[in-house]
């Protein structure tokens, strides 16, 4: 036997306990036009990603000395808004460290639900740099967006809601990049059916578990600018959670295009009505460009709603990026 993976179905499921109420329960529908292709429709969910799952799990899992200090954290937008958001439902102060590099809107919805903003740097590297500084200085404690057990296990959630609506589905595709979404999905979904088919998918520009899980342990890209920018960033060469679990539970990963990320975003507005960000869309984007064949019931996880809407509508009239 090789030993215990950091998150279980028990811990997903008292984390599923724990932030019921707290959390949407987003819909599953049936993509009209792709035969035997499900959408989770997760950026239904408050703060318009899965990304509270976990930072709502995480915060409701601090003891309440940290809870009194409040909590920080790097990210790219969605785990900031995430975070700001459940901590605020909590009543705990929220510090996010941002770089440059992080769109406008997603900035300043971070501000906009209450958090503290410091955008400091060209790279997640140097927003993660003020993390440390405030951890050790000010004595806030750090809720990071995928390496840490209970943020896995809010994410797993999804998984558990996944296999509810449709219990035996063929295969799942998850948006990948840091992996926390990918590891709580899985380690929920084998766990209750192991012959489910797991894919992790990110895009050709810059996919860090994709290259880490090549190399055989945590490596570094070059971060480049794409579509999907909320599965931008490295996955921390000291990885203690999600590069073991992935390395364990996934089945596969796929790569797509930019110009495929921009086809998925414009078929699932079109089957749906609503726009999704470019990380959302991989899943989509796996199947429309035949990288990944359809089984019965493959379900995708749509993850997020947060692009600006000038790239949206670039992206409707057609152009790729
Ligand atoms: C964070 C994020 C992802 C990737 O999640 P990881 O846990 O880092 O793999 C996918 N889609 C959206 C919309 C996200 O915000």
Do not use: W
């Not at 809870?67 to 790219?76: E, F, Y």
């Not at 595709?173 to 088919?197: D, Y």
């Not at 539970?249 to 470019?278: C, K, N």
């Not at 990380?279 to 947060?306: D, F, H, K, Q, W």
């Amino acid at each position: 036997m090789s030993k215990p993976l950091p998150v279980t179905l028990d811990d997903i499921r008292a984390a599923e306990a724990r932030i019921r109420g707290r959390v949407r329960r987003t819909p599953l529908q049936v993509d009209p036009r792709l035969k035997d292709v499900l959408l989770k429709q997760e950026y239904r969910q408050k703060t318009g990603a899965f990304k509270l799952r976990g930072a709502t799990n995480a915060i409701l899992s601090l003891p309440p000395d940290q809870l009194a200090r409040g909590v920080v954290t790097a990210s790219t937008g969605n785990h900031g808004r995430a975070l700001a958001h459940a901590a605020r439902a909590a009543g705990v102060r929220a510090v996010v460290c941002l770089s440059h590099l992080v769109p406008a809107n997603k900035v300043q919805a971070v501000r906009d639900l209450g958090a503290e903003v410091r955008i400091t740097g060209q790279s997640q590297d140097e927003a993660m740099a003020e993390v440390q500084r405030a951890v050790a200085e000010e004595g806030l404690t750090e809720v990071p967006p995928f390496d840490h057990p209970a943020v896995v296990a809010g994410q797993g959630t999804l998984g558990l809601e996944l296999l509810a609506d449709c219990p035996a589905p063929s295969a799942v595709l998850i948006p990948l990049s840091g992996g926390g979404l990918a590891a709580g999905v899985a380690a929920a979904v084998k766990a209750l059916s192991p012959s489910i088919r797991l894919i992790g998918v990110s895009m050709q520009r810059g996919a860090a578990m994709a290259a880490s899980l090549a190399a055989g342990q945590p490596v570094e890209v070059m971060e480049e600018p794409t579509l999907a920018d909320s599965l931008g960033g490295g996955i921390g060469l000291r990885n203690c959670v999600t590069f073991e679990m992935c390395r364990a539970l996934l089945d596969d990963v796929v790569l797509v295009s930019e110009d495929e990320i921009a086809a998925a975003m414009r078929h699932i507005h079109a089957v749906t009505g609503d726009a999704v960000e470019g990380a959302a869309a991989v899943g989509v984007a796996a199947i429309l460009s035949g990288r990944v064949s359809v089984g019965p019931a493959t379900l995708c996880i749509l993850s997020g709603a947060n692009v600006a809407p000038d790239t949206f509508a670039r992206i409707l009239q057609g152009q790729a990026a």
